[in-house]
């Protein structure tokens, strides 16, 4: 029970749940336009009905790409999540031989260094203490690691 008690799942989670956010936003943007149409008779209802259309497509927009850019990344993040191991000792997560990442992290930097190098670490929420976390250098080995300090993703 303790890892539901953590929500380690969420703590460790390869990326983000993309999926039905656009048609759900696109689902509440047009029942907010059609309200804003049943109010076109007062001076801001025709207003209200146009900005929430147009926000309603802008919305969706961006649900596309951040979903296309989780879909992407997906190999490159199961390269860093799948050989990980969780500790519930220490409550820290590792790589039991030391590729492709070494050291131990806490959950959220193991969380924030996958979602970094997976190219969606831009879709950490706010409240989510990985978005603010920071993942302590030179903890990527081997082809993960650029010679100038930083990391790439292949």
């Known amino acids: 029970m303790?890892?539901?008690?953590?929500?380690?799942?969420?703590?460790l989670?390869?990326?983000?749940?993309?999926?039905g956010d656009g048609w759900l936003h696109?689902?509440?943007g047009m029942v907010l336009t059609g309200i804003g149409i049943a109010l076109a008779y007062t001076?801001?209802?025709?207003?209200?009905?146009?900005?929430?259309?147009?926000?309603?497509?802008?919305?969706?927009?961006d649900d596309r790409r951040e979903k296309a850019a989780a879909e992407a990344g997906v190999p490159r993040a199961e390269r860093l999540w799948r050989p990980a191991r969780y500790c519930y000792g220490c409550t820290s997560v590792f790589c039991p031989d030391g590729t492709p990442w070494q050291g131990l992290l806490t959950p959220e930097q193991f969380k924030k260094l996958v979602w970094t190098e997976a190219g969606y670490g831009d879709q950490l929420v706010m409240g989510d203490k990985a978005k603010d976390t920071e993942?302590?250098?030179g903890v990527l080995t081997g082809r993960f690691q650029d010679?100038?300090?930083?990391?790439?993703s292949d």
């Open 43 to 61: 001076a801001g209802g025709a207003l209200l009905a146009l900005v929430c259309f147009l926000g309603t497509f802008v919305v969706v927009r």
């Open 13 to 19: 989670a390869p990326g983000p749940d993309k999926t």
């Open 147 to 152: 010679p100038s300090g930083g990391s790439n």
């Open 26 to 28: 696109f689902l509440e």
């Open 2 to 11: 303790p890892a539901v008690r953590d929500d380690l799942y969420g703590r």
């Open 135 to 137: 993942v302590p250098s």
